[in-house]
């Protein structure tokens, strides 16, 4: 764990920069995680993020995301380019998820 | 002094020549996984591999209930190699292998090809197995780009940090 700012807040993150604790997430930090990882927020992006949101406790896989009837796998891919479950979750301030699917 | 440098795995061409359940997800999960982390995958379909994109196959392999050593009764008792040959029981045994990897929210075979090919994964067929089980390209599933020479597909699978894999 190591401590770092973002979007003006002090936060703990991991190493690998997922949130330690998913309550101080904010939408100025989603913006600010997502352009270090060189993606503009859209309300598309912002739809399956408040998805991720809501299920991160149920064990969220590619193919969930994908039946969530906000945006199908290709489309998935294109929001989150270079491993949409593992940027998203980043962005949408939850654990990294421990899914091979 | 040597410093250790490790070069990134960017692309992944597998391999899959088997036609049971376990071959085959093998086979899907690497090239799934891969295309999750934001990696290339190729995969070439080669022998009894090819029932995983044949359509009339895919969406029912089979895992082998004799000469499987590591087959067990639920409960984790041996499985008699002589109950594996009754009529039925492979089948029955494989389709319990399918519901319960549906509960992990594992993918029929058809489904996991899409997911691989929307992320930007590549499925090919093997020329000389397609020639020898006279198969024909509207035999295959819809996600096989091509039917190809394991010397294309070689040629495809080059470049820094890729890695060929054979299950």
């Given at each position: 764990m ?44 912002f739809?399956v993020?408040?998805f991720?949101r ?12 994908g ?14 380019p270079?491993?949409?479950l ?10 990294k998820?421990?899914s091979c699917? | ?16 020549a ?8 093998a086979?899907l999960?690497?090239a799934n ?5 934001g990696?290339?995958?190729?995969l070439?379909?080669?022998f009894?591999g ?23 009764m ?9 109950l ?9 045994v ?10 992990l929210d594992i993918?029929?075979v ?8 929307a992320?930007g ?5 093997c020329?000389?197995?397609?020639d ?5 390209k ?7 780009i ?22």
């Amino acid at each position: 764990m190591t401590q770092k700012t973002i979007a003006g807040v002090n936060l703990e993150v991991s190493d690998e920069g997922y949130l330690a604790d998913s309550s101080q997430w904010t939408e100025e930090i989603a913006k600010e995680i997502a352009k270090e990882e060189g993606i503009e927020l859209t309300d598309k992006h912002f739809e399956v993020i408040n998805f991720i949101r809501s299920n991160a406790d149920s064990g969220l896989t590619i193919r969930k995301v994908g039946k969530s009837g906000i945006v199908d796998i290709k489309g998935f891919y294109e929001l989150f380019p270079g491993g949409p479950l593992k940027i998203s979750t980043k962005v949408a301030g939850v654990s990294k998820p421990s899914s091979c699917i | 002094m040597s410093e250790k440098k490790d070069t990134q795995v960017k692309k992944v061409a597998i391999i899959c020549a088997k036609g049971t359940i376990e071959d085959v997800y093998a086979a899907l999960v690497m090239a799934n996984g891969a295309v999750m982390e934001g990696m290339e995958a190729k995969l070439f379909f080669t022998f009894f591999g090819l029932d995983a994109i044949t359509k009339k196959q895919m969406n029912k392999l089979h895992t082998a209930t004799v000469g499987n050593p590591a087959m067990r009764m639920p409960g984790g008792l041996p499985f008699p190699s002589l109950l594996g040959v009754i009529p039925g029981v492979e089948a029955g045994v494989s389709a319990m292998m399918r519901s319960q990897m549906d509960k992990l929210d594992i993918p029929p075979v058809d489904e996991f090809l899409d997911m691989i090919t929307a992320g930007g994964g590549e499925i090919y067929a093997c020329k000389l197995a397609v020639d020898m089980f006279k198969l024909k390209k509207e035999n295959l599933s819809n996600h096989v780009i091509d039917i190809i020479t394991i010397g294309d597909f070689y040629s495809m699978a080059g470049g820094e940090g890729s890695q060929i894999i054979f299950t």
